[in-house]
């Protein structure tokens, strides 16, 4: 093809194809400019062939720096390194590069009068936990998040306890880090928390050496599915051994100091656990979600539905289920999501 005519199609297609991409940049989606800058792209890439094949011979010598210094044939060789850098750190979203396609994804948005938000999950999986069967369950926290306790567990059609498939390691345990101050220092301690998680607990069925059935050292039916609590966003993948049919999946979460008017510090000063230990509030509250023999074949997801709350200090395993009184600790759970594999 005529060097000439060609240099001043791919002239005009490259501007074209600058304008498309600037209106693709700072507006919304717009189908017309989308092909626009589409079409002109692969006439630009066929217009860059026969460029190639005109200019084979200079092309190549500009590449391998013939008759060049050192230095300069060097030029090509890190010309290529750093558009591959660049073009492997935008794929994967490296922080600073992805930078550029954000701004404009903000500008996009606005006149959209959309908000973008991203959403990190922390991932933990119940390494030692046996089964065929994987069951996750993702959770996206809430505007009143902040690091509650969590218990996961099956139960069979009827509410019978079958297993645990998750449990905060110290609650499996009772020994928390900041268990207790020693001359204003705080020092790993063994605390009975009877209140934090109640209807698991009672459900679970075993009492402790001193009465309580939260659970106190090591125990064999729940060491494996104990794990860090999340801080965050998370989804925890354990698995069961139950065969198919209908169960239920229990999630029991319970956040300390959250008081509102109704539970204050001093709604129950006879109560030796909520008044004595300083770090009650609302009570726990429980989210069920059902699932049938079908399930297990349909890699089913299913919406976790807020059912009641448990006893405000653990004297019981009963579920609560008048909610009118819980207010803030509703919102420590935006959703909540079991996947069935």
Do not use: C
């Amino acid at each position: 093809m005529d060097r000439r005519l060609l240099g001043n199609i791919l002239i005009v297609v490259l501007v074209i194809l600058i304008g498309s991409g600037v209106l693709m940049y700072l507006m919304p989606f717009n189908k017309g400019i989308a092909s626009l800058h589409t079409f002109f792209s692969m006439l630009f890439v066929l217009g860059m062939i026969f460029h190639l094949i005109n200019n084979k011979l200079p092309l190549t010598n500009y590449i391998s720096g013939k008759r060049q210094s050192k230095f300069k044939k060097l030029q090509a060789p890190l010309i290529f390194s750093i558009a591959i850098l660049v073009v492997v750190s935008l794929y994967f979203q490296v922080p600073g590069f992805s930078a550029f396609y954000e701004f404009g994804n903000q500008i996009r948005n606005q006149q959209l009068g959309k908000k973008e938000v991203n959403f990190d999950y922390e991932v933990i999986d119940i390494k030692r936990a046996i089964g065929k069967h994987t069951i996750s369950v993702e959770l996206k926290k809430g505007e009143a998040f902040q690091y509650p306790l969590f218990a996961i567990w099956i139960e069979d059609a009827q509410g019978n306890y079958i297993q645990t498939l998750y449990i905060s390691r110290v609650i499996s345990s009772s020994k928390f880090d900041f268990g207790k101050k020693v001359n204003g220092t705080w020092e790993s301690a063994t605390v009975r928390r009877p209140e934090a998680l109640p209807y698991w607990s009672h459900k679970r069925g075993i009492k402790a050496a001193d009465g309580l059935y939260m659970p106190l050292g090591n125990s064999s039916d729940i060491d494996a599915y104990s794990g860090a609590t999340p801080t965050g966003n998370f989804i925890i993948n354990s698995k069961s051994e139950i065969t198919k049919g209908n169960y239920k999946i229990l999630v029991e979460l319970n956040q300390s100091y959250d008081w509102n008017e109704y539970y204050t510090k001093d709604r129950y000063p006879n109560d030796k656990i909520y008044s004595g230990s300083g770090q009650v509030g609302q009570p726990s509250l429980i989210y069920e979600a059902q699932i049938s023999s079908n399930d297990f074949d349909s890699n089913a997801y299913k919406l976790m539905n807020l059912v009641g709350h448990g006893h405000y200090s653990g004297k019981n395993g009963e579920l609560y289920e008048d909610l009118s009184q819980v207010t803030s600790a509703k919102k420590i759970a935006d959703r909540i999501i079991i996947h069935l594999k």
